[in-house]
T-cell receptor
Framework: DAGITQSPRHKVTETGTPVTLRCHQT?????MYWYRQDPGHGLRLIHY???????DKGEVSDGYSVSRSKTEDFLLTLESATSSQTSVYFC????????????FGSGTRLTVV | AQTVTQSQPEMSVQEAETVTLSCTYD???????LFWYKQPPSRQMILVIR??????QNATENRFSVNFQKAAKSFSLKISDSQLGDAAMYFC?????????????FGKGITLSVRP
């Protein structure tokens, strides 16, 4: 299994502040994803990447940006955090073809107060 | 766009008994994959079982099996001999077979509790 780590695991921040979440993988998988998980909504795709400097929007991308300057790191930034962005954020990688599903990080619980 | 529906938000089962979690999906594609993920209180997302749409045989992994009805677009998960460790949230997910860059689409999840 690929090593995939997210940091931080928990974070509390104030409304209006910028926040960056980090996802790091130990293998050179091309495809990486950011999801958010909210009660009653399941997991929803925020942004994804298909290579260094190649990213695209998912279904709930407003208020978020991403960057991928190295294969192993995929950063998610909340430019100005709002209470509606309080959520659990998951990073995932696709280790092979579509039959593999995804491998997920352990998640970041973000609270915006 | 594909959609995945899990209409039951919660279910409960007695330990050692069998429970079935329902999932339906909507797609116009003929080739795709379906998955069930388990999320225990630790928050980790764990792949339980996968099914390829072109395979008529239902997938089985130990106590977990699926009932895949392609025409009805139904993909239910059966857990036999339920154990306390099965208590978790379960997500059904869809992924197109169109390529390695296809995205996973999730249902809203169902919380399963196991009564001792």
């Amino acid at each position: 299994d690929a090593g995939i780590t997210q940091s931080p695991r928990h974070k509390v921040t104030e409304t209006g502040t910028p926040v960056t979440l980090r996802c790091h993988q130990t293998e050179n998988h091309r495809y990486m994803y950011w999801y958010r998980q909210d009660p009653g909504h399941g997991l929803r795709l925020i942004h994804y990447s298909y290579g260094v400097k190649d990213t695209d929007k998912g279904e709930v991308s407003d208020g978020y940006s991403v960057s991928r300057s190295k294969t192993e790191d995929f950063l998610l930034t909340l430019e100005s955090a709002t209470s509606s962005q309080t959520s659990v954020y998951f990073c995932a990688i696709s280790e092979g073809g579509p039959d593999y599903g995804y491998t997920f990080g352990s998640g970041t619980r973000l609270t915006v107060v | 766009a594909q959609t995945v529906t899990q209409s039951q938000p919660e279910m409960s089962v007695q330990e050692a008994e069998t429970v079935t979690l329902s999932c339906t999906y909507d797609t116009s594609e003929s080739d795709y994959y379906l998955f069930w993920y388990k999320q225990p209180p630790s928050r980790q997302m764990i792949l339980v079982i996968r099914q390829e749409a072109y395979k008529q045989q239902n997938a089985t992994e130990n106590r977990f099996s699926v009932n895949f009805q392609k025409a009805a677009k139904s993909f239910s998960l059966k857990i036999s001999d339920s154990q306390l460790g099965d208590a978790a949230m379960y997500f059904c997910a869809y992924r197109s077979a169109s390529g390695a860059n296809s995205k996973l689409t999730f249902g809203k999840g169902i919380t399963l509790s196991v009564r001792p």
